[in-house]
């Protein structure tokens, strides 16, 4: 079948520190995949997203590569900011989407 | 409209009593979603709506929940008879179509329910 795994949260980081959120999947398919991010009190954004293998998504300093060999997407960025604090949902999307459990990341000043 | 519109955007409403939610898609969108979050979990999917196709309703918990789409655009989620365990934000989001060619969900902003 088909399934996200994200790694647990909450994540603690300080300011400026590198982050990487982990993220595999399964999938019978080749399917597209994405990072959602959601702030405090509001709706899913779509952060990146990647249709194919070796593809890399990025947007307002994250990035993600589609690594087929490892199934996995796992989102990163160089240097967090406290307004990066959110939570962030690894999705597949095959015939129907497929998300993750969520990553709470809380960024410290 | 510019993007998905959920109403209302928050609801308390007393055990046994049934509500309506309802969504309203980006216009053109024809692909439609209903997940539920609860309090610190992920997203829970409960039904989609794709074109005049049958939906898919493999996800709905129990007989108490529904979903209509009318003319592919507006669709309203009841919950009958309503229970503390349907407690939680129910997100509704739109995309062009449904299929894995890439395109991204766009949700709206959540009706937040609240059984007491």
């Known amino acids: 079948g088909n399934s996200v795994t994200q790694m647990e949260g909450p994540v603690t980081l300080s300011e400026e520190a590198f982050l990487t959120i982990n993220c595999t999947y399964t999938a019978t398919g080749y399917p597209s995949l994405f990072w959602y991010v959601q702030y405090p009190g509001e709706g899913l954004q779509l952060l990146l997203k990647?249709?194919?293998?070796?593809d890399k998504g990025s947007n307002k300093g994250f990035e993600a590569t589609y690594r087929k060999e490892t199934t996995s997407f796992h989102l990163e960025k160089g240097s967090v900011q406290v307004s990066d604090s959110a939570v962030y949902f690894c999705?597949?999307?095959?015939?129907?989407?497929?998300f993750g459990s969520g990553t709470k990341l809380n960024v410290k000043p | 409209g510019a993007g998905v519109s959920q109403s209302p955007s928050n609801k308390v409403t007393e055990k046994g009593k049934d509500v309506e939610l309802r969504c309203d898609p980006i216009s053109g969108h024809t692909a439609l979603y209903w997940y539920r979050q609860s309090l610190g979990q992920g997203l829970e999917f409960l039904i989609y709506f794709q074109g005049n196709s049958a939906p898919d309703k493999s996800g709905l918990p129990s007989d108490r929940f529904s979903a209509e789409r009318t003319g592919g655009s507006v669709s309203t989620l009841t919950i009958q008879r309503t229970q503390q365990e349907d407690s939680a934000v129910y997100l509704c989001?739109?995309?062009?179509?449904?299929?894995?060619?890439?395109?991204?969900?766009?949700f709206g902003s959540g009706t937040r329910l609240t059984v007491v």
């Open positions: 999705a597949l999307n095959f015939n129907k989407f497929y």
């Open positions: 989001a739109s995309s062009l179509r449904q299929g894995g060619l890439g395109y991204g969900y766009t």
């Open positions: 990647a249709t194919k293998a070796d």
